[in-house]
């Protein structure tokens, strides 16, 4: 069913994406048409093929890779020494704290549901003139905050938020379509463009409440384009290590390796933790944070137990709604892309939590020049396994005391 999908993706771009880019260019290419024109058309033959043919054959085998494959990408891409069965019980237990904080949580905002209360950061967006200036301003004052309290070195790695561009915009609903993919670390691109989703040309309320302050906030900005994946991929391009150079690029499905991920995605939703301990969050964003949480331990507990054979794919689903709070088109697409990449969904949880344990082990209650420090040399490293940074960074503290 996703393949068919990406098939639409693939037509839409042969049939129309191609030539608008060359329209928006000014080059006349009919070589290069005709072959994207082919390309669309083989799209098409095979979509029918999968339709007609594939998806009459499909056999719901549980949708897992199996234990073995799972254990062999927690502690050989990973290198985790936790096995399958306790990220999964660690998962469900802060899942648990979680809950108990958000219902908490609730009450402040007196409301009976946390549920009801996060809604209310929907109904707060950019006026649709101010859209696009809104993420680069709210991009500026996450810089100023980050500079102003120390927390790491951030370069002067340029970023624009532009609108997706018209040329694959029939294409990117299809596919695997990235706001912001990390820049190739040998390109030397600059400035890197974040692609945000165009407002619609009748009523532009549905993308606003989609893309509301705290969604251009936490996620948009400090996850994404700022303090996260932005200034960690700086850093990583300049890692002694060509693996931790390469290793957290984007691709065409997920990243180029997967050892890559404890450290890119751990870090940008530490990130997100680390701006809202230094106030750059309201109330009602800290709020957000902890289902963050909520769903970054659900996604743990869920890539465990699809590949593992304890949880099906429609069960995924339904704990993703019943459990995490998601819409239920986003959590059966949660579940699909979980069942896709086994080990990818857990290391959002064991790479966030393994950064905040090593910092409470290094650097304490330090702020300052001390914590900055500390947030440079792990980056320094690259996109490698937290884990083997933790090592090495333990044996530098141990010299330097």
Not at 89 to 96: F, I, L, N, P, S
Not at 169 to 194: K, Q
Not at 230 to 257: K, T, Y
């Amino acid at each position: 069913e996703k393949a068919i999908e990406e098939c639409a993706g693939g037509i839409a771009l042969g049939v129309d994406g191609v030539p608008q880019f060359l329209a928006s260019v000014g080059v006349e290419h009919q070589q290069l048409i005709d072959a994207a024109r082919r390309a669309a058309a083989a799209f098409d033959e095979h979509r029918e093929y999968l339709r007609t043919e594939a998806l009459a054959r499909a056999v719901d085998d549980g949708n897992g890779c199996g234990r073995e494959a799972l254990e062999l990408c927690i502690r050989q891409a990973h290198q985790l020494s936790m096995p399958a069965e306790e990220i999964a019980d660690y998962g469900r237990a802060v899942m648990e704290e979680c809950t108990i904080r958000l219902e908490s949580g609730a009450a402040e905002f007196r409301v009976a549901d946390w549920r009801d209360a996060l809604a209310l950061l929907a109904d707060d967006y950019p006026a649709p003139e101010d859209y696009l200036a809104a993420y680069q301003r709210t991009w500026e004052a996450a810089r100023a905050c980050a500079i102003e309290q120390d927390l790491v070195t951030w370069p002067e790695y340029p970023l624009r938020y532009v609108e997706r561009y018209p040329w694959v915009r029939s294409a990117a609903p299809h596919l695997y379509f990235l706001f912001y993919r990390a820049p190739a670390t040998f390109d030397g691109v600059e400035p890197v463009d974040y692609l945000v989703e165009p407002l619609s040309k009748g009523d532009p309320t549905p993308v606003l409440r989609a893309h509301n302050w705290s969604t251009i906030k936490l996620n948009h900005v400090v996850h994404h384009g700022g303090i996260g994946h932005h200034v960690q991929n700086w850093h990583a391009h300049r890692a002694e290590s060509r693996v931790g150079q390469i290793a957290a690029v984007d691709c065409a499905s997920r990243i180029a390796l997967l050892c890559g991920g404890t450290l890119a995605e751990g870090w940008s939703c530490y990130t997100t933790d680390l701006m809202d301990e230094f106030g750059f969050c309201t109330p009602l964003e800290s709020l957000s944070q902890v289902q963050s949480r909520l769903r970054m331990a659900a996604r743990a507990v869920a890539d465990v137990e699809l590949h593992t054979g304890s949880m099906s794919l429609d069960e995924a689903a339904a704990f993703y709604r019943d459990q995490a709070g998601m819409s239920p088109a986003a959590a059966l697409g949660e579940a699909v892309k979980n069942s896709m990449n086994p080990g990818a969904a857990l290391m959002y949880l064991t790479g966030t939590d393994q950064i905040h344990a090593l910092r409470r082990e290094l650097v304490g209650e330090r702020t300052g020049p001390a914590l900055r420090a500390f947030h440079d040399e792990f980056l320094a490293h690259g996109s490698i396994p937290v884990t083997t940074i933790a090592g090495a960074m333990r044996s530098t503290y141990e010299t330097s005391s």
